[in-house]
């Protein structure tokens, strides 16, 4: 028997990058990808349900050699707050944790048309009545799942969710990263990363970041439906070759893809700036007491004096 694989789980947020690093960080030899990006093992904890087996989760990957990681990523994980963390705590008791956050802003904009790539939304839809149907919607509402389409404001208040993690992994294993620098410097994020699990950083990509599920739009709504069909029903085989999917998305942008994007009006930007301005400064204020660094676009934002529960 070899030694007990390291656990990695990327756990938040939608839209801030972690489809990227997933991607890069599983093409390092010494990590074992699970079968699908998202295995939303820990989901069920978010929403009060009961867990599978571990065994189940062990089933999304193949062995792995005697100082080797797991990796997984499922963004959403993020909003489950302390249930989703205590049962990754409880089922992995190793593993580490990767949380990247986005400008709230951006990110809620993105999220937006994201849900529409998805057809999850009438690609008509303004994102003024988008905002007015989420905030008809109470914290009951959000318990059921077909919600989460939602949760493109909810889910930049960061403040909300992350105690829960630094309470239960604390600095050693949970790591914080943010879309910005991922962005920006992907070379130093991922080697410091790789450096982080204990992987060997000389053995990453030369191509490390690689831009991955970036939202784009459609022509054809028939087309890109059955394309999303495709893409779930194959995962398990695109995963386990990466550059495979590469092409194939190339091949099918170049068929149906164009850019994505509503014209978002400045009022609106406005509002969403507005809208995070509280929360923003209760995650300063975490971040700061817990001795992380703040990030550029949190820099002006003037902590309440909180504690971290």
């Known amino acids: 028997m070899g030694a007990t694989p390291l656990d990695v789980v990327i756990a938040g947020v939608n839209k801030a990058g972690t489809t990227s690093l997933y991607v890069s960080l599983a093409e ?7 079968a699908v990006k998202e295995t939303r093992f820990f989901l069920p904890a978010r929403y009060g349900k009961p867990m599978a087996p571990i065994e189940v989760y062990d089933s999304y990957f193949e062995p792995v050699a005697g100082g080797g990681a797991r990796l997984e990523a499922t963004p959403s994980y993020f909003y489950g707050g302390a249930p989703v963390a205590r049962a990754i705590d409880e089922m992995l008791p190793s593993a580490r944790v990767i949380v990247v956050l986005r400008e709230p802003v951006a990110r809620a904009i993105s999220f937006f048309e994201y849900q529409k790539t998805r057809l ?14 989420a905030d008809a919607l109470t ?3 959000f318990l059921d799942p077909a919600n989460e389409r939602y949760f493109a404001v909810r889910g930049g208040h960061y403040a909300d969710f992350l105690p829960a993690w630094l309470e239960t992994f604390g600095p050693d294993r949970l790591r914080l990263l943010t879309f910005e620098e991922l962005t920006a410097e992907p070379a130093r994020v991922l080697i410091g990363t790789a450096t982080w699990l204990g992987l060997d950083p000389i053995l990453l990509p030369n191509d490390a970041l690689a831009a991955e599920n970036r939202t784009m739009g459609f022509k054809s709504r028939r087309l890109q439906r059955m394309a999303l069909g495709a893409n779930d029903r194959f995962e398990r085989i695109l995963r386990r070759h990466p550059e495979m999917k ?29 809208r995070f301005r509280e929360p923003n400064r209760r995650l300063a204020a975490q971040l700061s007491s817990a001795g992380l660094e703040l990030p550029a676009w949190l820099e002006g934002a003037e902590p309440r004096a909180v504690g971290i529960p």
């Open 28 to 34: 390092h030899p010494q990590v074992v990808p699970s």
């Open 120 to 133: 999850r939304l009438p690609p008509e839809l303004p994102i003024e009545d988008y905002l007015a149907h």
């Open 139 to 141: 914290d009951l509402d």
């Open 246 to 274: 590469r092409r194939v998305r190339a091949l099918y942008l170049r068929l149906n893809g164009q850019p994505a994007g509503s014209s978002i009006s400045g009022d609106v930007r406005r509002d969403l700036t507005a």
